[in-house]
């Protein structure tokens, strides 16, 4: 999408297999298509893995990482700004 800037979407989550398919459908139907959306699984242990890892598998905006290891909200949230690569 020459001429528009990227923006990147952070969503950092944990065990909400319940609710992820919904929160990601919304942020890849709006009318700004130039977007990223970088999920950081803080270690999840429900199907929130799986979920996450169908749609980065469909769309390319879509960038999945899994914590080994649950680090807490700040930090998981963090990693989620590291890995923007948005204006």
């Not at 270690?43 to 914590?67: H, M, N, P, W």
């Amino acid at each position: 999408m020459s001429g528009t800037p990227l923006i990147s979407i952070g969503l950092p989550t944990y065990n909400r297999a319940f609710c992820i398919r919904w929160a990601i459908d919304s942020l890849l139907t709006q009318t700004y298509q130039n977007i990223e959306v970088v999920i950081s699984d803080n270690g999840s242990t429900d199907g929130t893995e799986a979920i996450c890892r169908q749609y980065a598998a469909k769309d390319s905006r879509v960038r999945y990482f899994l914590q080994p290891a649950n680090r807490g909200y700040a930090a998981n949230f963090y990693f989620t700004l590291q890995q923007a690569g948005g204006e």
